[in-house]
């Protein structure tokens, strides 16, 4: 099991740009699959981006396919979600998520464990 934490939400003008960060726990962080979902208010959770172990594969949500990167650094226990050109559907709260697989998912069933999410709110 891994403990994690994002953090890095905050409040932005639509086209501005945030960073998320999610750091985990322990001394195994390489070993785990890692991805961001949202959930906005009175829907359900969606996912955003996805990243395997290494970092060498990453897949996106069409609805922020060049806009998002997502990126980890083992050395440092932390994945990334550098978000651009943000618009106003994007407000949500972002959860990073871990799994202790090889492979990419994008299924929330598909993960173990969960931060607690940080609020990300874009304005008009």
């Known amino acids: 099991q891994v403990q994690l934490v994002e953090s890095g939400g905050g409040l932005v003008q639509a086209g501005g740009s945030l960073r998320l960060s999610c750091a985990g726990s322990?001394?195994?962080?390489?070993?785990?699959?890692m991805g961001w979902f949202r959930q906005a208010p009175g829907k359900e959770r969606e996912f955003v981006a996805a990243?395997?172990?290494?970092?060498?594969?990453?897949y996106y949500a069409d609805s922020v396919k060049g806009r998002f990167t997502i990126s980890r650094d083992n050395a440092k226990n932390t994945v990334y979600l550098q978000m651009n050109s943000l618009k106003t559907e994007d407000t949500a709260v972002y959860y990073c998520a871990a799994r202790a697989l090889s492979g990419i998912y994008t299924k929330a069933d598909n993960y173990y464990d969960w931060g607690q999410g940080t609020q990300v709110t874009v304005s008009s």
């Open positions: 322990g001394r195994t962080f390489s070993r785990y699959a």
């Open positions: 990243i395997t172990r290494t970092g060498d594969t990453t």
